[in-house]
């Protein structure tokens, strides 16, 4: 969800530095990024039948030894020990790790009962949640331009509650889980590719023990075929290579061509779950939906309009 120096986020990038030209390696390696986070509900449908937290501590596990490798390749192996003896980035951290972990586990579990629009809906109002963290922790100002898009998302969500009937939690919850980490790991010098080495470090212990624990009391699915352990060893190449893709990309982007790209990922959500998972899909959550597009197009005119 940033070797570059900015990270994950399927949209929501922690720091990155300007680019005045965009390259054509920085763009592939974005579009990389963002089409596979796009096409990761395909990936996760197949395992609709394994618990969530089974799923989530998989990908936490099996990203480690794809994370540690990369880093190897780029030669920054070095950066991690003085993170780990600076207790406040490494609490901030291990802050984040659980916010990312919960962040993964409500998408599996979105994905698996047929919830995929929703958790589109939450990735498309990620930017704006972030806006909105900028003015109430950072003390930046709105622009009318932001303030009219907030206002649109807001009411979104209020006719989908109201009129619709159905309180948006899982877009809410994976927005706000997004934007968070990404406000938080903006206040640490730490890399994306070493912070997120670190972050699944800081996970691996837990998950272990969980899928130990799962196995040990039989419920575990691991080792019940050898379809169900292919998918879950791949979940750590699934997991880590859009986040490694991405911070390679944002390098060689201006900051306006990864606010652009950064709908992809959700638009093909989108396009996935109601075209080949034919999931429902009312009046009200595509009242809704045309809101939220309309407060994006608000949104990244007033951002284009700005100097990259």
Same mark, same amino acid.
């Given at each position: 969800?940033?070797?570059?120096?900015?990270?994950?986020?399927?949209?929501?990038?922690?720091?990155?530095?300007?680019?005045?030209?965009?390259?054509?390696?920085?763009?592939?390696?974005?579009? *990389? /990024?963002?089409? %596979?986070?796009?096409?990761?509900? $395909?990936? !996760?449908?197949?395992?609709?039948?394994?618990?969530? #937290?089974?799923?989530?501590?998989?990908?936490?596990?099996?990203? $480690?030894?794809?994370? *540690?490798?990369? !880093?190897?390749?780029?030669?920054?192996?070095?950066?991690? $020990?003085?993170?780990?003896?600076?207790?406040?980035?490494? *609490?901030? $951290? +291990?802050?984040? =790790?659980?916010?990312?972990?919960?962040?993964?586990?409500?998408?599996?579990?979105?994905?698996?009962?047929?919830?995929?629009?929703?958790?589109?809906?939450?990735?498309?109002?990620?930017?704006?949640?972030?806006? =909105?963290?900028?003015?109430?922790?950072?003390?930046?100002?709105?622009?009318?331009?932001?303030?009219?898009?907030?206002?649109?998302?807001?009411?979104?969500?209020?006719? !989908?509650?109201?009129?619709?009937?159905?309180?948006?939690?899982?877009?809410?919850?994976?927005?706000?889980?997004?934007?968070?980490?990404?406000? %938080?790991?903006?206040?640490?010098?730490?890399?994306?590719?070493?912070? #997120?080495?670190?972050?699944?470090?800081? %996970?691996?212990?837990? =998950?272990?023990? #969980?899928?130990?624990?799962?196995?040990?009391?039989?419920?575990?699915?691991?080792?019940?075929?050898?379809?169900?352990?292919?998918?879950?060893?791949?979940? *750590?190449?699934?997991?880590? /290579?859009?986040?490694?893709?991405?911070?390679?990309?944002?390098?060689?982007?201006?900051?306006?061509?990864?606010?652009?790209?950064?709908?992809? /990922?959700?638009?093909?959500?989108?396009?996935?779950?109601?075209?080949? +998972?034919?999931?429902? #899909?009312?009046?009200?959550?595509?009242?809704?939906?045309?809101?939220?597009?309309?407060?994006?197009?608000?949104?990244?005119?007033? =951002?284009?309009?700005?100097?990259?």
């Amino acid at each position: 969800m940033r070797v570059a120096e900015a990270e994950p986020k399927p949209m929501n990038a922690p720091t990155v530095q300007s680019q005045s030209v965009d390259t054509r390696t920085g763009f592939f390696n974005a579009l *990389g /990024a963002y089409l %596979l986070w796009g096409i990761l509900p $395909l990936y !996760l449908k197949l395992l609709q039948d394994i618990n969530a #937290f089974e799923v989530m501590a998989h990908r936490a596990l099996w990203s $480690l030894p794809v994370a *540690g490798v990369v !880093l190897w390749l780029i030669g920054r192996t070095s950066d991690i $020990l003085p993170t780990f003896k600076n207790p406040r980035k490494l *609490g901030i $951290l +291990f802050i984040t =790790a659980l916010i990312i972990s919960s962040n993964w586990t409500i998408y599996v579990w979105a994905i698996a009962v047929e919830r995929t629009l929703e958790a589109a809906l939450g990735y498309y109002i990620n930017p704006l949640f972030t806006v =909105a963290m900028g003015a109430a922790f950072l003390g930046e100002r709105f622009t009318r331009a932001q303030m009219v898009a907030l206002a649109l998302a807001a009411l979104a969500v209020l006719l !989908l509650t109201v009129l619709g009937g159905v309180f948006p939690w899982i877009s809410l919850a994976l927005a706000i889980s997004f934007a968070t980490y990404g406000f %938080l790991r903006k206040t640490i010098d730490v890399g994306p590719s070493q912070g #997120f080495l670190i972050e699944v470090m800081l %996970l691996a212990p837990f =998950a272990l023990a #969980f899928i130990v624990w799962r196995e040990a009391s039989g419920h575990g699915v691991f080792f019940e075929s050898v379809s169900n352990t292919a998918l879950l060893l791949g979940c *750590g190449p699934v997991t880590a /290579a859009p986040l490694i893709l991405y911070a390679f990309g944002v390098k060689g982007l201006r900051l306006s061509t990864v606010g652009l790209m950064q709908y992809l /990922a959700p638009t093909l959500m989108f396009l996935t779950g109601l075209f080949i +998972f034919r999931e429902p #899909f009312s009046f009200w959550q595509a009242v809704a939906f045309v809101m939220i597009w309309a407060a994006l197009v608000i949104y990244t005119w007033s =951002a284009l309009r700005k100097p990259a």
